[in-house]
């Protein structure tokens, strides 16, 4: 069983994610940008964690990556849970899609491939690229 047969948990947007959440339904991965330090950081919050001011925005990310860190889960349904560095700069704890285990190596290049929930938006998980 691939991971894309596996039921994924709807997230439940709350006012703070809501932009984030429609986005990822039009396909675009958000981050949040540091106005203050020109940095970005995920997940988009309210405030900046460098700096700790409201001054941020939450804007497109390019969708791409490099493997960072990852583990195979060998369950009834296997999945491998990885660390993906952005394009941008700052990590994301997702799951790797469309890959063999075998095939995974540390550094690989990946793009954001969203995965359907039951009845909530998509969650980016990434592919090799």
């Not at 063999?100 to 690989?108: D, H, L, Q, S, W």
């Not at 290049?109 to 592919?127: C, D, I, K, S």
Request: include cysteine; proline fraction near 13%; aromatic fraction near 10%.
């Amino acid at each position: 069983m691939s991971y894309s047969e596996r039921p994924i948990q709807a997230p439940i947007p709350d006012p703070t994610t809501e932009p984030f959440w429609e986005a990822a339904t039009e396909g675009r991965l958000m981050v949040g940008l540091c106005r203050d330090t020109g940095r970005h950081f995920f997940p988009p919050r309210g405030v900046s964690p460098f700096t700790l001011s409201p001054n941020v925005d939450l804007v497109a990310a390019s969708g791409r990556g490099t493997l960072y860190s990852y583990t195979v889960m060998r369950t009834k349904q296997p999945y491998i849970p990885a660390m993906v560095e952005l394009a941008e700069g700052p990590r994301i704890f997702t799951n790797l899609v469309d890959v063999a285990p075998e095939k995974v190596r540390i550094g690989m290049e990946l793009r954001v491939a969203f995965q359907a929930t039951e009845g909530g938006p998509p969650v980016p998980m990434f592919a090799p690229a």
